[in-house]
C-alpha cells in the first residue's frame, strides 16, 4: 500500500512538474502565436504534433538522452528529470494549440477594447490573459491528464525504476506484465480519480477568479 | 477578493513546490564521484529481461545487496533481452541480465560486455491447450513436441503463438523450428505479437493455443488463475534449457565498476542461498536452479547454443 | 488637444479586396457633437475605429492638432490615445464585477482603488444605474451591458469620445438621459456617434451629421443653433 501512495505522489510531481513547465513555455508561443496574421501553418503543424505517440517521442529521446548520445553528458536518461522534460516536450503542443484558440478569441474581442481604453501593451497583455483564464486552466488541465497518463516516455527514458522513476502507467504495465490485473487496475482506477479530482480542484479554483 | 489572494496563494505554493522538487531531484540523486569512505548514494543501472524482473528476483536480489551496501542503489531496466543488450551497447547501463547465448555471444565478440558469469537456469516448458490435440505430453524431445505441433496446426486443430520480439524465448522458439527444418513464418496458423510473455501466455489460453514460456511468468499466471485454459505439457528436455547471464558493460564508468562487480561477485556467490530458494514459498518449487554446481555442464550448453551447434 | 483631422484615408480588412474606406477626409473638432449616419455595413465602425487611434490607415494620415499620429514614438502615442476613448457598438464586458468594469480604466491610468470607485460611484448615480453596482458583470442584459460600457468611458473624461451606436439596446428614458449628460460634457471635449437611423438626429442636435455609403463620404452638413 505504501509503494501504491509512493507511486502516485510520485507521478502527481512529475506530471506536474512538467505540465507547469510546458504551460510556462506554451501560454507565451501561444500568445504570440495568437497575435500572427498568418499563423494557419504554424499553427496546423502545432496541431499535428498534438497528437504525436509517447512511444516515437520516447524513442527520440532515449537517443537524444543516452550516453553515447548528444545529450548524454548531462546523465538525465532514467531519471525523473528525464520524464519531465519528455512529458513537458509532450504537452508543449497541446497546450499552443488549445491555448492559441482561446487567445485567439480573447484577443479578438479584447485587444482592440485594451488599445481603445489606453492599456500599455503590458496591461493588454495582462488583460488578455485574465480573460482567458478559464480556458488556459482548461488546456492546463488537459495537458496534465495527458502527461499523467502517458506511458511511452515514462517507460523509455525513466525505465520504470522501483522507488525512483516508477509511475502509475508504468507501474500498471508492470501489474500487467506480473499478472497482478487487480494491482493495474486499482492504480487505473488511482489515476482516473486523479484525473477527474484535479479537474474539479482548478475548476473550484477558477470559480474564485471569476468573480 | 479574498478568494482571488487564496487562489494566487494557492499557485505560488504549487510553483514554489515544484521548483523544490525539482532541484530536490538535481542534486544528490546522480552518479556522481564518490570516495569509497562517503556514504553518498551510488546509483548501478542494470538492463534486464523483463521476465526475469517481473519474478520479483532481481528486486529481491538487490534488497539482499543493500543490506551490505546500503549506500550503492540497484536501479533495474526491463525490457527485451535485445533490448537490454542495445542499452548495454549504448553505455547506458553497467549490468545486464540476459539468457539469450547467441545474442550475448555476438555482444562478447563486439567487446560490448565482459565479466560473464552464468547464475541460474530453468527450462523452456511447450504449453498448450489442456486436451493436448497435438499429443505432446509424451514427445519424446523437445523437436519432437514442435513436429507434433507443426502437424496439428497444419491439419487446422491448433495454433502456435509466438514472441516475436527478438526476445530470449523468441530466439530459442526460432532455433528449434531450425533444427526440424521447418520455417512456420507466414503460416496461417503461426501468429507472431511481438508481445511480452505476459501477453503471449494470454493470448495462447484465449485461443487455446500452443506456445514457447519461461518457467517464471508461466509459474506467476498459474498461480493468479489467469491461465485455465493451457497448462504446461512438456518441460525439462535439455534442448529447452534456459540459462541466464550476467554481464558488466565494459564501458561502465570507472567509478561504478567496484560497485558493480561487487554486486555481480554477491549474486554469483551466494546463488544457493539467494535464488536456489526464490519462489518455494510462493510456488512451491524454486523459479531457478542454481548454476554453481553444474558450472563446467552449463559452459558448454552455453557454447552449444551460442555457437549454434 | 483641439482636433482630429483624417487625410485621404484608404483602408480595407486582410481578407477583403476592396476597400472598406475610399478616400476619407474629415476632421473632428472639440466642442462639436459629430453624428456619422449610415447604413450596416457602409464603413462607419472602420471610420470610428480610425479616427479614434486604434485601427492605422493603409494608405493617408491622421493628424492630432498637427501631429502626425502613426509616426510618433510608443510612449507619445500612449499619452495621446489615453485621452481617446471609443465605445464598442458590441459592449466588451471584463470578468468581475459592474464597478470592476468601471474602474478599469482609471485603474491601468494608475489610479489608486478608492478615488477610482468614488469617481465611477458618480457616474452610475448620474446615469441611474446605482443598484447594479456590485452586480456580476457577465449577468447583466444587453442595455445593461451597453450602459456600463458608456460608464467606462466616460469616467475617464476623454477630450475625445467615440460611441459607436450607442442607442441600439436602451429604453427611450435611458437614451434621454445618456443624450442629455453628452450635450452637457460636449464643451470640453468632441463627441463622435455612429448611428444607422436618422430618427435619434434632431433629439442629439448635432453640430455635423456626416453621411456615409459604401465607405465613402456623401454629404457633410454643418447646423448652426
Redesign the interface.
Known amino acids: 500500500m505504501n509503494e501504491i501512495i509512493d507511486i502516485t505522489l510520485r507521478s502527481i510531481w512529475i506530471s506536474g512538474c512538467a505540465t507547469l513547465i510546458a504551460f510556462f513555455i506554451g501560454i507565451p508561443l501561444a500568445y504570440i502565436l495568437a497575435y500572427r496574421?498568418r499563423a494557419e501553418l504554424i499553427s496546423s503543424i502545432v496541431e499535428s504534433l498534438v497528437g504525436i505517440p509517447t512511444v516515437v517521442l520516447g524513442l527520440f529521446l532515449y537517443f537524444l538522452f543516452s550516453k553515447s548520445g548528444p545529450l548524454g553528458f548531462l546523465n538525465l536518461l532514467y531519471t525523473p528529470q528525464a520524464i519531465i522534460i519528455g512529458e513537458a516536450i509532450l504537452v508543449i503542443p497541446l497546450i499552443i494549440s488549445t491555448s492559441f484558440r482561446i487567445l485567439k478569441n480573447t484577443i479578438y474581442?479584447?485587444g482592440?477594447?485594451a488599445?481603445?481604453?489606453?492599456?500599455?501593451k503590458t496591461?493588454k497583455m495582462i488583460?488578455i490573459l485574465?480573460?482567458s483564464?478559464l480556458g488556459l486552466l482548461a488546456s492546463f488541465t488537459m495537458a496534465f491528464s495527458r502527461a499523467i497518463g502517458e506511458l511511452g516516455i515514462a517507460l523509455m527514458i525513466g525505465g520504470n525504476i522501483k522507488d525512483f522513476t516508477r509511475v502509475m502507467t508504468t507501474a500498471i504495465a508492470l501489474g500487467v506484465s506480473k499478472g497482478e490485473f487487480e494491482l493495474s487496475l486499482l492504480l487505473g482506477c488511482i489515476l482516473v480519480i486523479i484525473m477527474i479530482v484535479i479537474s474539479v480542484i482548478l475548476r473550484i479554483i477558477s470559480r474564485g477568479?471569476?468573480? | 477578493m479574498s478568494q482571488k489572494r487564496i487562489t494566487s496563494i494557492l499557485l505560488m505554493i504549487i510553483i514554489f513546490l515544484a521548483i523544490l522538487n525539482f532541484i530536490q531531484y538535481i542534486n544528490p540523486r546522480k552518479e556522481i564521484i564518490i570516495s569509497t569512505s562517503s556514504q553518498s548514494e551510488v546509483r548501478i543501472r542494470v538492463s534486464t529481461t523483463t521476465s526475469l524482473y517481473a519474478t520479483g528476483l532481481l528486486d529481491y536480489l538487490a534488497f539482499q545487496f543493500n543490506k551490505l551496501y546500503p549506500n550503492v542503489k540497484i536501479d533495474f531496466i526491463a525490457v527485451g533481452s535485445s533490448a537490454a543488450l542495445k542499452i548495454a551497447e549504448r553505455g547506458d547501463a553497467c549490468i545486464v541480465f540476459s539468457h539469450a547465448p547467441e545474442l550475448e555471444e555476438q555482444y562478447i565478440k563486439k567487446g560490448v560486455i565482459d565479466y560473464g558469469r552464468i547464475i541460474a537456469y530453468n527450462y523452456f516448458i511447450i504449453v498448450g491447450p489442456l486436451d493436448d490435440p497435438a499429443g505432446i505430453r509424451n514427445a519424446s524431445s523437445a523437436e519432437d513436441a514442435f513436429r507434433k505441433i507443426y502437424e496439428a496446426c497444419e491439419s487446422g486443430r491448433t495454433f502456435f503463438i509466438s514472441r516475436g520480439d527478438n526476445s530470449g524465448t523468441h530466439i530459442k522458439e526460432i532455433s528449434i523450428w531450425k533444427k526440424i527444418g521447418i520455417d512456420p513464418h507466414g503460416k496461417s496458423w503461426y501468429r507472431e505479437t511481438g508481445t511480452g510473455m505476459d501477453q503471449v501466455l494470454i493470448i495462447s489460453n484465449e485461443m487455446k493455443a500452443y506456445t514457447l514460456s519461461d518457467t517464471g511468468t508461466y509459474l506467476q499466471f498459474k498461480k493468479e488463475g489467469r491461465l485455465p485454459n493451457i497448462e504446461e505439457l512438456f518441460s525439462n528436455d535439455s534442448s529447452l534449457i534456459n540459462i541466464y547471464s550476467i554481464y558488466l558493460v565494459r564501458n561502465c564508468s570507472s567509478d561504478l565498476i567496484p560497485y558493480a562487480i561487487a554486486f555481480i561477485d554477491f549474486i554469483y556467490y551466494n546463488q544457493r542461498d539467494l535464488i536456489g530458494k526464490f519462489g518455494i514459498d510462493k510456488y512451491g518449487v524454486p523459479l531457478f536452479i542454481p548454476a554453481i554446481d553444474k558450472e563446467k555442464e552449463l559452459a558448454c550448453e552455453w557454447l552449444k547454443i551460442a555457437r549454434g551447434y | 488637444m483641439n482636433i482630429i483631422s483624417l487625410k485621404n484615408i484608404y483602408y480595407k480588412y486582410?481578407q477583403s479586396k476592396e476597400w472598406t474606406l475610399e478616400n476619407i477626409s474629415i476632421c473632428f473638432k472639440k466642442g462639436e457633437i459629430t453624428i456619422i449616419l449610415g447604413p450596416n455595413g457602409s464603413g462607419k465602425t472602420t471610420l470610428m475605429?480610425i479616427a479614434?487611434?486604434?485601427y492605422k490607415p493603409i494608405k493617408g494620415d491622421v493628424y492630432v492638432d498637427n501631429k502626425n499620429y502613426w509616426s510618433l514614438e510608443e510612449s507619445e502615442k500612449?499619452l495621446i490615445?489615453?485621452k481617446?476613448?471609443?465605445?464598442?457598438e458590441k459592449a466588451?464586458i471584463?470578468?468581475?464585477?459592474v464597478i470592476d468594469n468601471i474602474i478599469?480604466?482609471l485603474r491601468?491610468?494608475g489610479m489608486d482603488k478608492e478615488s477610482a470607485i468614488k469617481k465611477a460611484i458618480e457616474i452610475l448615480n448620474e446615469l441611474e444605474i446605482n443598484d447594479i453596482l456590485h452586480k456580476?458583470a457577465l449577468e447583466l442584459s444587453a442595455g445593461q451591458s451597453q450602459i456600463i460600457s458608456l460608464a467606462?468611458?466616460l469616467v475617464?473624461e476623454p477630450l475625445f469620445l467615440f460611441i459607436d451606436e450607442p442607442f441600439s439596446h436602451l429604453d427611450k428614458s435611458k437614451k434621454m438621459k445618456v443624450i442629455d449628460i453628452l450635450k452637457r460634457i460636449k464643451k470640453e471635449r468632441g463627441i463622435i456617434i455612429s448611428l444607422h437611423e436618422e430618427s435619434l438626429v434632431e433629439k442629439i442636435s448635432p453640430d455635423n451629421l456626416v453621411e456615409i455609403e459604401n465607405g465613402r463620404i456623401v454629404n457633410i452638413k454643418t447646423f448652426q443653433y
Do not use: D, M
Open positions: 496574421r474581442i479584447y482592440e477594447f488599445i481603445a481604453i489606453g492599456a500599455t496591461q488583460l485574465k480573460e483564464y477568479i471569476k468573480y | 486582410s475605429k479614434s487611434l486604434i500612449l490615445r489615453r481617446i476613448t471609443y465605445v464598442h466588451v471584463l470578468k468581475g464585477s478599469y480604466g491601468i491610468r456580476n467606462r468611458a475617464l
